[in-house]
């Protein structure tokens, strides 16, 4: 289950995806993670897919990171005397709070805190950006708008506003329900849709109540404005690229994803790139070339995961579709130019003795022939500023913490292994070396990097480092994990 590449796969589970078999070919095929999208299915199938999950990492002893993603709060127009109805360019057309069918000139809006916020000029989208109004004038209960791109709009249609920040949590009421039984299931990864502010992440948190590690996406344009303060308060960040596509110019996505995988790295935080990657694997066995070069790209850009949405969930080839970004990524991460980039973007903002430590690990790698950084890690903290120095050799993040294990999965080139609690660095140096040449990571005569923090079991002491062998009078040692 040693996998061949560093960046981490993560994919949706839906329809295509829900059984046993399916499930454990997509993990062993590549996938790192598993995102249980809480738009889709009832929490008795939700629970369904984390109780096969659990079985699939006690069946092949490997921790797997699994990803809880709330709906957050979709903005829906209401629905209409036939259906739908044809908008047509330069046309007047209304929105309001009258909660009766619409009609060819006005649709109830469900949503009063638009009603507050938006202004005259500001543009109001349709179905994904389909079509686009723009509002002429606001009034209490109703938003005047001219149709600049019509077309035909149907019952419960999505709207987005992206000019606008609208006054709501990122939590509606279905989402704080959904958060609580995901928590309950003892899931890694929460991730918060639509986020706007830090207040939105705070939130969650609150309710979380330290069960499980909070990850932003970002799809409006006002969390991309925000992005810093958002990113101090969460664990990860997702750059959901589907909305975020529709509320901002499409030109101006890539550099966007460029700057905030940036960011993330520079803090030692996960970033996800996510939506529509391998998108015309739904249907066909084969990605588009601009696809796998979407894919490429995000990897060339050190992103920590890139992200299966449809293509796994609701597919015809889910595995396929697995196998080809596994294929994508061990190709992209065998390119020399590869290297070039990541080591030309490394941050060289370090401060403290952990980031030291790290960053000396790391250059040890580099400049010796170590096949391996084994880094010894209760919360994770080691592990993910190892993670941040993308070093060349691999990275075996050891830990007596499930969950801790499991979080890291979601982390570039964490390979995670449960350890027994471990008090003295000796025993530490005896577990690396074993898990080493247990995972391949490292033949006999061969040296590997610990890195571990003094006092064990203490978040954020990471204050020593050893260079070790791997031979059999330390594997055989009589001291024990």
């Given at each position: 289950?040693?996998?061949?590449?560093?960046?981490?796969?993560?994919?949706?589970?839906?329809?295509?995806?829900?059984?046993?078999?399916?499930?454990?070919?997509?993990?062993?095929?590549g996938?790192?993670?598993?995102?249980?999208?809480?738009?889709?299915?009832?929490?008795?199938?939700?629970?369904?897919?984390?109780?096969?999950?659990?079985?699939?990492?006690k069946?092949?002893?490997?921790?797997?990171?699994?990803?809880?993603?709330?709906?957050?709060?979709?903005?829906?127009?209401?629905v209409?005397?036939?259906?739908?109805?044809?908008l047509?360019?330069?046309?007047?057309?209304?929105?309001d709070?009258?909660?009766?069918?619409?009609?060819?000139?006005?649709?109830?809006?469900?949503?009063?805190?638009?009603?507050?916020?938006?202004?005259?000029?500001?543009?109001?989208?349709?179905?994904?950006?389909?079509i686009?109004?723009?509002?002429?004038?606001?009034?209490?209960?109703?938003?005047?708008?001219?149709?600049e791109?019509?077309?035909?709009?149907?019952?419960?249609?999505?709207?987005?506003?992206?000019?606008?920040?609208?006054?709501?949590?990122?939590?509606s009421?279905?989402?704080?329900?959904?958060?609580?039984?995901?928590?309950?299931?003892?899931i890694?990864?929460?991730?918060?849709?639509?986020?706007q502010?830090?207040?939105d992440?705070n939130e969650?948190?609150?309710?979380?109540k330290?069960?499980?590690?909070?990850?932003?996406?970002?799809e409006?344009?006002?969390?991309?404005?925000?992005?810093?303060?958002?990113?101090?308060?969460?664990?990860?960040?997702?750059?959901?690229?589907?909305?975020?596509?529709?509320?901002?110019?499409?030109?101006?996505?890539?550099?966007?994803?460029?700057?905030?995988?940036?960011?993330?790295?520079?803090?030692?935080?996960?970033?996800?790139?996510?939506?529509?990657?391998?998108?015309?694997?739904?249907?066909?066995?084969?990605?588009?070339?601009?696809?796998?070069?979407d894919?490429?790209?995000?990897?060339y850009?050190?992103?920590?995961?890139?992200?299966?949405?449809?293509?796994?969930?609701?597919?015809?080839?889910?595995?396929?579709?697995?196998?080809?970004?596994?294929?994508?990524?061990?190709?992209?991460?065998?390119?020399?130019?590869?290297?070039?980039?990541?080591?030309?973007?490394?941050?060289?903002?370090?401060?403290?003795?952990?980031?030291?430590?790290?960053?000396?690990?790391r250059?040890?790698a580099?400049?010796?022939?170590?096949?391996?950084?084994?880094?010894?890690?209760?919360?994770?903290?080691?592990a993910?500023?190892?993670?941040r120095?993308?070093?060349?050799?691999?990275?075996?993040?050891?830990?007596?913490?499930i969950?801790?294990?499991?979080?890291?999965?979601?982390?570039?080139?964490?390979?995670?292994?449960?350890?027994?609690?471990?008090?003295?660095?000796?025993?530490a140096?005896?577990?690396?070396?074993?898990?080493?040449?247990k995972?391949?990571?490292?033949?006999?005569?061969?040296?590997?990097?610990?890195?571990?923090?003094v006092?064990?079991?203490?978040?954020?002491?990471?204050?020593?480092?050893?260079?070790?062998?791997?031979?059999?009078?330390?594997?055989?040692?009589?001291d024990?994990?």
């Amino acid at each position: 289950m040693r996998r061949l590449r560093n960046v981490k796969i993560v994919a949706t589970l839906g329809p295509a995806s829900e059984t046993y078999d399916t499930i454990r070919a997509l993990f062993e095929s590549g996938a790192d993670v598993f995102r249980l999208n809480m738009s889709h299915g009832s929490h008795a199938e939700i629970k369904s897919k984390h109780t096969i999950i659990r079985q699939i990492e006690k069946d092949l002893d490997r921790p797997i990171a699994i990803l809880a993603d709330l709906q957050g709060p979709k903005l829906r127009c209401g629905v209409f005397e036939n259906g739908s109805v044809d908008l047509q360019n330069d046309s007047n057309f209304l929105f309001d709070l009258i909660d009766k069918p619409g009609n060819q000139n006005r649709v109830f809006l469900p949503h009063k805190e638009i009603f507050n916020v938006i202004k005259a000029s500001d543009s109001i989208l349709v179905d994904d950006g389909k079509i686009r109004l723009k509002v002429k004038s606001v009034a209490k209960n109703q938003i005047k708008c001219i149709v600049e791109i019509g077309g035909r709009i149907s019952d419960k249609k999505g709207i987005n506003v992206p000019q606008t920040i609208i006054p709501t949590t990122a939590l509606s009421r279905k989402d704080k329900i959904d958060l609580e039984f995901a928590c309950n299931l003892g899931i890694d990864w929460l991730a918060l849709s639509f986020v706007q502010r830090a207040k939105d992440v705070n939130e969650a948190r609150k309710l979380a109540k330290g069960r499980t590690s909070i990850l932003s996406k970002i799809e409006k344009p006002s969390a991309v404005t925000d992005f810093n303060s958002i990113l101090e308060v969460s664990d990860g960040i997702m750059i959901a690229r589907g909305d975020l596509g529709v509320e901002m110019p499409v030109q101006a996505i890539p550099p966007i994803q460029k700057r905030l995988v940036m960011a993330c790295r520079h803090v030692a935080k996960p970033v996800i790139v996510a939506t529509q990657m391998l998108d015309s694997m739904v249907d066909s066995p084969m990605p588009t070339r601009a696809e796998v070069s979407d894919v490429a790209t995000a990897i060339y850009e050190g992103a920590d995961a890139v992200m299966l949405s449809a293509e796994s969930a609701a597919g015809n080839f889910p595995i396929d579709a697995v196998k080809t970004m596994d294929n994508i990524a061990i190709e992209i991460e065998n390119d020399p130019a590869y290297r070039e980039l990541i080591d030309s973007t490394r941050s060289g903002q370090r401060k403290t003795v952990a980031d030291a430590i790290t960053v000396a690990a790391r250059e040890i790698a580099e400049t010796t022939e170590v096949t391996a950084i084994c880094c010894f890690t209760h919360s994770g903290t080691t592990a993910s500023l190892v993670s941040r120095e993308r070093p060349r050799v691999p990275i075996i993040a050891l830990t007596p913490l499930i969950k801790t294990a499991r979080r890291l999965c979601l982390h570039w080139g964490a390979h995670c292994v449960i350890t027994g609690h471990v008090d003295r660095f000796k025993k530490a140096v005896i577990s690396a070396a074993r898990a080493a040449k247990k995972y391949n990571f490292a033949t006999i005569d061969k040296q590997i990097v610990v890195t571990a923090g003094v006092p064990f079991n203490k978040p954020g002491t990471t204050n020593i480092i050893r260079v070790s062998p791997v031979d059999e009078k330390l594997i055989f040692s009589g001291d024990h994990e």
